[in-house]
């Protein structure tokens, strides 16, 4: 079963495959349509050729152009990457014409880059979390990536009486975060610049592993994108939000929200409090509170406390040497009569109403004895109550527990036959 057939699958599951559905291309003004998509693609035609904002998931790239064809008016001028993630690039061979200019932010071609470098380490863990949403099949995706212009803070250009501006927005999703806007109709194209939905928590450093993004940066690339005054703003999924004083009320709300989850988390630090106190303690307001369908406050005061300290914490002398903390599981297990004494330590513990604390127990007894089936037992139990307790809205933390618990029912199978 895909997440979008699944009832219990967080919105955002269901909002990336939306386009699994669509017929023909939405338009959200008489010269701006729109595919859905992992992150969707717009054409915005003029009287002189087409100019498309984003390519596409590399799977949906023959729908999408299918979708896109009956409104094509003439020449695909440019295409404008506003990020350098795969399903804003990955049609891009498909789509590209003779004579297309390519633009990106002049950090695209680095950042893509790092995330080629790194896929034999990222990719495996992105489909631990997207892999049941997204599919697991592997993808075709463009080998080279010229970009004809690289957009150093702003670069502008008319086309068949339109004009655009495209503007630097470093602090979203990427670093390499690049925003279209017409000044004359008063559109904004954000792609995904405030993440997957809008009027969320941002997610600075996604557990699927990414580069961090700076909370300054974010804050000031919100800041830049408001002060344009947009009536309508068009971002990476779902439909546009229309009207200046909504966007702009939404965007003051996003900046005050995650200023003060900055300004929380600087308080606490400085009044000597840990980062998982501050994960605990830090919460929204109720007038500032925002989705929490990605990113969410906690890891969002994480990758702050992060961002300030670096990664050691002055918790433990261990933290400055290669030996973890599991190199003694075996030695713990030992001394507490084995595996099946921790076990049950940790059914107790989540019989009580705790199942993280349950979870550091079970930590212990399947690092020294992996099939432990007593063991396997708790944790099972306790990630299906982190799972209920979580309310299966946020994608990342509901995929990560859903993997969990497949992975702990096919370590258990053995036993159980």
Not at 161 to 183: C, K, N, Q, Y
Request: charged share 25%; hydrophobic share 40%.
């Amino acid at each position: 079963m895909s997440a979008a057939d699944d009832k219990g699958a967080p919105p955002l599951a269901s909002l990336v495959l939306a386009g699994e559905k669509q017929t023909e291309a939405e338009a959200v003004t008489d010269f701006i349509f729109m595919a859905h998509d992992v992150s969707n693609a717009y054409l915005v035609t003029t009287a002189d050729g087409d100019l498309m904002i984003n390519t596409g998931f590399p799977r949906s790239t023959e729908r999408n152009k299918a979708l896109f064809a009956p409104v094509r008016t003439g020449p695909l001028r440019y295409i404008v990457l506003t990020q350098s993630h795969a399903d804003h690039y990955g049609g891009l061979d498909v789509f590209r014409e003779p004579g297309t200019k390519l633009i990106c932010e002049r950090r695209f071609p680095e950042t893509l880059t790092y995330y080629r470098e790194l896929g034999p380490y990222n990719n495996p863990r992105g489909q631990k979390l997207w892999g049941s949403t997204t599919g697991t099949a592997p993808m075709k995706l463009p080998e080279v990536i010229e970009p004809d212009i690289l957009v150093d803070r702003s670069y502008a250009f008319e086309l068949g009486g339109r004009r655009f501006e495209l503007i630097s927005t470093p602090g979203g999703e990427t670093l390499d975060s690049l925003a279209v806007w017409m000044p004359d109709e008063k559109i904004a194209f954000t792609g995904n610049l405030f993440g997957p939905i809008f009027l969320a928590m941002p997610f600075l450093n996604t557990i699927r592993g990414d580069k961090p993004r700076l909370v300054g940066r974010y804050l000031k690339s919100l800041e830049r994108v408001r002060d344009l005054g947009a009536e309508i703003l068009i971002t990476g999924h779902g439909a546009p939000i229309r009207g200046a004083a909504k966007i702009r009320a939404d965007l003051d709300r996003m900046h005050a929200a995650v200023s003060y989850v900055n300004e929380e988390t600087k308080k606490g630090m400085c009044a000597g409090k840990d980062v998982y106190t501050l994960m605990r303690e830090i919460s929204l307001p109720e007038h500032l509170k925002i989705a929490e369908l990605h990113g969410n406050v906690r890891w969002a005061v994480r990758a702050i406390f992060h961002e300030y300290t670096g990664w050691f914490l002055y918790d433990s002398t261990t933290s400055l040497y290669g030996v973890p903390r599991t190199s003694i599981d075996e030695d713990l297990v030992e001394l507490a009569g084995g595996a099946g004494k921790l076990a049950e330590r940790a059914r107790a513990k989540l019989d009580g109403g705790a199942p993280l604390e349950a979870m550091h127990l079970l930590d212990v007894a399947l690092g020294a004895e992996p099939a432990n089936a007593q063991a396997l037992a708790v944790k099972q139990d306790a990630l299906k109550r982190l799972l209920a307790e979580s309310g299966g809205t946020n994608l990342s933390e509901t995929m990560w527990l859903r993997s969990e618990i497949a992975a702990t029912e096919a370590a258990l199978a053995p036993s159980q036959n």
